[in-house]
């Protein structure tokens, strides 16, 4: 389909980018030759524009980390299990019955969010805020609101 110019071309893409993908991963699905020279020619591009290429890696992987957080948060609670607090920039995950540490060793540097998503949302965790959370883990796994 022959565009009169990039803006024309560019709003097509966008209307139909699920089905133009879709036929894209499909066709290189099925076509290894297809699939090699694709990978052939991104390694070339991203040897010539390194610093591109690592700053295009960075906001897509911001952005898979940014939606499944908002995935695990609607799963687990959008506010702090223990004072209300509904503001995402102050929420975190816990672990119900304590071992973060351990856990996040074990995990090895992977972001909770990812994790938790890659295993299903188990259970055993639950949203607080940094405060409640870290006011948690000094006061012996009860946070300071409960205490009163």
Not at 16 to 23: A, D, F, G, L, T
Not at 89 to 105: Q, V
């Amino acid at each position: 389909m022959p565009y009169k110019n990039k803006e024309d071309r560019k709003k097509n893409y966008n209307k139909n980018k699920n089905e133009i993908n879709r036929k894209r991963r499909e066709y290189l699905k099925n076509n290894p030759d297809a699939r090699k020279r694709k990978a052939e020619a991104w390694q070339k591009w991203r040897k010539s524009n390194l610093e591109n290429a690592k700053r295009i890696s960075r906001e897509s992987k911001k952005k898979y980390e940014d939606r499944l957080k908002k995935i695990v948060f609607a799963h687990y609670g959008k506010k702090c299990a223990c004072c209300g607090e509904d503001n995402i920039k102050f929420l975190s995950i816990d672990h119900i019955n304590g071992g973060g540490t351990k856990h996040r060793k074990k995990i090895k540097g992977e972001k909770i969010y990812v994790w938790l998503y890659k295993e299903g949302l188990p259970k055993g965790f639950q949203t607080l805020c940094f405060n409640c959370n870290w006011g948690k883990h000094i006061n012996g796994g009860i946070c300071p609101h409960k205490e009163k």
